[in-house]
């Protein structure tokens, strides 16, 4: 009885508290929502109809409306209790312009209403218990913490992203994280946030499902394709990033919304003008938020916005293309005073609109250095297809694919079986019927997917493109295949939603997280880091070897610059850069390596170093070096080679000089260091230094004793002492 006793007292009444107090924060963050969305909708003049659905939609709109307001008010003043007391303030507002149609009634008890509310207790319930486990995502750790961080404590910043590179990644959703991580709940908003969205979410889909049980009310597509995604919802959730503030969740959420959104549109009967203004926004509006909370949402976002448009002018404004304009263009300014405010963002962050792209760069003084932009580039890239590996070495060829393939996670696969059949069953029912159903649907998911694998091919950032892809198959299909059935369609569409979530759910992970006895919200614990200093004589905190995590320490990063400054001794929140004394060739690197000096304008880099792990046994019989250049130029290099090599150099061998697929071959100098030209292209570029029948190390004066092992077993070995790089 003392051992139930215990477990009473030390964890279940605090898991009961913890449920109770995370169900207070969603109520009154769902309030405040919904009351921006009626303040929104009375200034542009849209509004929903009365449906359980569309209290939805007000709910998803009243995000955009808070997502922008905290876009514009981060510029100035940063993100703490005193902007949610602001936000309250309008949200009181929106309540009050609607006080005339707001009904405040106790609603009938019935066997249907009593039903929903044990499915959204159920939902709440099984939403906040999956919030309540370990942060398991090492980016949190990395920087999404820290972001929040940055964005409580001051407006934003200039060249952020100069002190830790992610910092420049300019997700709004962080912005909502530092709003919500206040007074009670410091702390815990990686166990709030992602667990709301995910609950409102859900609670929408299985009012989504209730039109499919309903014998009374005709079957919309949108509810038959909601259904089929509850397989999806459950497997994400599963995977274990709702303890964290990751934008990748919620981008997958994101996507999930707007595609029903756009597949309810699409299939619509005739709207009222209000209506259709409303859907229409609404649509556009998704498309802003998703693009500034990851820009992999890009390509969703404007193929929802542009097929909405278009729906929407050959449906009702055809012959009317003054009115057509006039409901075009306020959506104009919206999206450019939106989108406009986020670029901006990214430009006092990095110098950069959309970094890690380093398209139309500014000239400021803190832009961050072109080639840690497009090394950052690079390695988001590589990583996506190889981890652990260079990424030179990864990104010029397509040998990644093989191991990437081999990697694909097993509700992937599955995945791609469903997607197979789904796709034979809409090509036999469109032959059927002799007509393609609703196929401009299908260039959403397509073109996700193709800018995701082009771009970053990693399966945790595809968000939802291949899940739509396979539900809108399948909905579509049986939409058309049961169309006069009713009966049929309902059947039908359960017996496949249940049938797919049994297949691609992964079961084998625990679907409650069982809470410890010390613990029950669990916390990353404060990094241990040691005090480094700059040039300018800062100092910073970068985490002990083989660690990552950066927060609850402001000036803390893992990349350490020599060269980093601060506009203002006195002041962080004026600002960083990094002079021009140093060119960094990687994000990883601090200095050049030992033995290589350079201009300052020349970056140079051991590509075998790029990765923090330690050498391998055997070294490789070349040496492959990675130089940055800003333009197309040619730089000289001197060669100074160890004494030792005096019977390699008398056999009058060559050194072999590959750069930019040309191949070179210089004499070595009996006299002293050997001198070699090489051409580059502007950017990156990877150098290979050589012999025809030997091996080549870079061994400085300090590493004398060192005798490393050519992986070909050469007996042929020069060693470098000293490679200096000029114009």
């Known amino acids: 009885m003392e051992n139930s006793a215990f477990d009473l007292n030390r964890v279940?009444?605090?898991?009961?508290?913890?449920?109770?107090?995370?169900?207070?924060?969603?109520?009154?963050?769902?309030?405040?929502?919904?009351?921006?969305?009626?303040?929104?909708?009375?200034?542009?003049?849209?509004?929903?109809?009365?449906?359980?659905?569309?209290?939805?939609?007000?709910?998803?709109?009243?995000?955009?409306?808070?997502?922008?307001?905290?876009?514009?008010t981060h510029l100035l003043w940063r993100i703490d209790g005193w902007t949610l007391l602001i936000i309250t303030g309008a949200a009181l507002i929106g309540y009050a312009a609607h006080i005339s149609t707001l009904k405040f009634h106790i609603p009938q008890l019935t066997t249907a209403r009593l039903l929903g509310s044990f499915v959204i207790i159920f939902i709440a319930l099984w939403t906040a218990n999956r919030g309540a486990g370990p942060v398991a995502n090492s980016d949190t750790a990395l920087y999404h913490l820290a972001s929040m961080e940055w964005n409580a404590a001051f407006p934003i910043v200039k060249g952020l992203g100069n002190l830790h590179d992610r910092f420049a990644f300019n997700s709004s959703y962080f912005l909502y994280a530092a709003l919500t991580d206040v007074g009670p709940w410091q702390g815990k908003s990686q166990h709030f946030l992602n667990s709301f969205l995910l609950t409102v979410l859900l609670i929408q889909v299985a009012s989504y499902a209730a039109n499919i049980l309903s014998t009374r009310r005709k079957i919309a597509l949108e509810s038959v394709y909601a259904m089929l995604l509850v397989g999806p919802l459950i497997t994400e959730t599963l995977k274990g990033s709702v303890p964290s503030l990751s934008p990748d969740f919620p981008i997958f959420l994101l996507g999930i919304i707007l595609s029903c959104q756009l597949l309810g549109y699409l299939t619509s009967p005739q709207l009222s003008a209000q209506q259709e203004k409303f859907q229409l926004y609404l649509i556009v509006a998704l498309s802003c938020l998703g693009i500034t909370i990851k820009l992999s949402f890009l390509p969703l976002g404007l193929v929802s916005s542009l097929l909405s448009i278009i729906y929407s002018y050959r449906r009702y404004y055809r012959r009317e293309v003054k009115s057509f304009l006039s409901l075009l263009w306020p959506l104009g300014v919206f999206c450019t005073s939106y989108l406009g405010i986020w670029i901006a963002r990214g430009i006092i962050l990095s110098g950069y609109p959309v970094y890690p792209m380093t398209i139309g760069a500014l000239p400021v003084p803190w832009r961050i250095p072109r080639s840690l932009t497009i090394s950052v580039d690079m390695w988001i890239r590589s990583w996506a297809r190889q981890p652990w590996q260079p990424w030179p070495d990864v990104l010029q060829n397509w040998q990644w694919l093989y191991p990437w393939l081999h990697e694909m996670p097993t509700d992937i696969v599955k995945l791609t079986y469903v997607s197979v059949a789904a796709a034979l069953l809409y090509t036999a029912v469109a032959l059927w019927r002799r007509?393609?159903?609703?196929?401009?649907?299908?260039?959403?998911?397509?073109?996700?997917?193709?800018?995701?694998?082009?771009?970053?091919?990693?399966?945790?950032?595809?968000?939802?493109?291949?899940?739509?892809?396979?539900?809108?198959?399948l909905a579509i299909s049986l939409y058309y295949l049961f169309e006069n059935r009713p009966d049929s369609l309902r059947i039908n569409t359960l017996l496949v939603a249940i049938s797919v979530c049994l297949?691609?759910?992964?079961?084998?992970?625990?679907?409650?997280?069982?809470?410890?006895?010390?613990?029950?919200?669990?916390?990353?614990?404060?990094?241990?880091?040691?005090?480094?200093?700059?040039?300018?004589?800062?100092?910073?905190?970068?985490?002990?070897?083989?660690?990552?995590?950066?927060?609850?320490?402001?000036?803390?990063?893992?990349y350490f610059r020599p060269t980093l400054h601060t506009f203002d001794p006195l002041d962080i929140s004026q600002g960083f850069y990094l002079d021009q004394t140093f060119t960094y060739a990687d994000i990883n690197q601090s200095s050049f390596p030992a033995g290589i000096t350079a201009p300052p304008n020349l970056g140079v880099a051991i590509v075998e170093q790029l990765l923090p792990i330690p050498p391998a046994s055997d070294l490789p019989p070349q040496l492959r070096l990675l130089v940055y250049s800003e333009k197309p130029a040619t730089v000289h290099a001197l060669l100074n080679i160890a004494t030792d090599a005096n019977a390699l150099i008398a056999d009058n061998r060559q050194i072999v000089l590959y750069a930019n697929q040309q191949t070179y071959e210089f004499p070595l100098s009996t006299g002293g260091p050997t001198k070699i030209n090489i051409p580059l292209h502007k950017d990156f570029n990877v150098v290979i230094l050589a012999l025809r029948n030997g091996a080549i190390i870079l061994a400085p004066q300090n590493q004398t004793g060192v005798n490393p092992t050519i992986s070909n077993n050469s007996s042929l070995i020069l060693h470098l002492r000293q490679i200096d790089f000029f114009w």
């Open 435 to 473: 007509r393609l159903h609703l196929w401009p649907f299908f260039t959403l998911p397509l073109a996700g997917i193709s800018f995701w694998f082009l771009s970053a091919p990693s399966f945790r950032f595809a968000g939802a493109s291949f899940w739509i892809l396979a539900a809108g198959l």
């Open 503 to 558: 297949y691609i759910t992964p079961w084998q992970q625990p679907l409650l997280i069982y809470p410890p006895s010390t613990q029950i919200l669990p916390t990353i614990p404060t990094p241990a880091t040691i005090t480094v200093q700059t040039h300018s004589g800062l100092s910073l905190q970068t985490p002990l070897p083989g660690a990552y995590a950066c927060w609850r320490i402001m000036l803390c990063t893992p």
């Open 12 to 72: 279940i009444v605090p898991y009961i508290q913890y449920t109770l107090t995370m169900w207070a924060w969603w109520i009154g963050h769902f309030g405040l929502i919904y009351g921006l969305s009626l303040l929104v909708g009375r200034i542009f003049r849209i509004q929903s109809n009365n449906t359980s659905i569309s209290r939805f939609q007000q709910f998803w709109l009243g995000i955009v409306a808070l997502f922008y307001i905290l876009q514009v």
